[in-house]
């Protein structure tokens, strides 16, 4: 009986001993297989280069722009402008899906005087007389439409300049037809636009100018280069401390 006894303590001591190796050696084998996921390097995240973007064609321009504090002032303006537009064709003709198009480079000159009354309170800060001479670049389709951006001075009857900046016009556009029905959305001898510039001179220091030209007057082409003007420069002076 006792042998008996002492055989089963003997079995019940390899069973435990066996069940905790095969426990170490499984935990051994989760803690090995751990360690070898932890040093593995992390999977790679593909990366999509971007399609580069095609400059564009169109230059930057710098004008005056307004303060955003201070205590600035604005006075009307109004000037009647009268002038010449001079073309100088540059290369022949090129086919686009609007008619046949042409580059030229192109100067203005107007002659301003003051319209007077309320609408011209600072008359004086651009005298009677004084120029405005823009030269710049045209792109002109056959049929007369046109746009032009170019570089512009302002100088009084002493050929002092007072204000300098950046001009642009659309010949062939007009902006009261929609609902006041005074002109077609196309006239022939019609172009619209606008300046913006700053004062270069000891008065105009403070002053930016600002304005729209409306005008009557057909585009210089390659056959009748050099055409009469006479329209009107509506407006604001900006006086900024």
């Not at 022949?92 to 100067?107: D, E, F, L, S, V």
């Not at 055409?227 to 002076?237: A, R």
Request: a neutral charge; charged letters at 15%.
């Amino acid at each position: 009986m006792k042998t008996i006894y002492t055989l089963s303590l003997l079995l019940a001591l390899m069973i435990v001993a066996v069940c905790g190796a095969t426990m170490i050696s499984k935990s051994n084998a989760s803690a090995e297989s751990a360690a070898a996921t932890s040093d593995a390097k992390p999977a790679e995240i593909p990366v999509v280069e971007a399609e580069p973007v095609q400059a564009s064609p169109f230059p930057d321009i710098s004008i005056p722009g307004v303060p955003a504090m201070g205590n600035c002032c604005l006075t009307q303006l109004e000037k009647r402008v009268q002038g010449t537009r001079k073309i100088d064709p540059i290369g022949g003709p090129y086919a686009c899906p609007t008619g046949a198009t042409q580059r030229g480079a192109m100067k203005v000159e107007m002659n301003l005087v003051s319209a007077g009354g309320v609408c011209d309170p600072l008359a004086a800060l651009i005298p009677n007389n004084s120029k405005l001479v823009a030269t710049g670049h045209l792109i002109r389709r056959n049929d007369g439409f046109a746009h032009y951006i170019a570089d512009f001075a302002i100088l009084n009857p002493a050929g002092t300049t007072l204000f300098k900046g950046t001009m642009e016009t659309i010949d062939r556009m007009g902006t009261h037809h929609l609902f006041f029905g005074c002109e077609q959305c196309n006239p022939v001898s019609h172009f619209e636009g606008w300046i913006v510039g700053r004062g270069t001179a000891a008065v105009t220091a403070n002053f930016a100018i600002r304005a729209m030209i409306v005008s009557r007057g057909t585009v210089p082409s390659p056959a009748v280069v050099s055409t009469p003007m006479t329209g009107s420069l509506n407006g604001t002076f900006i006086r900024c401390p």
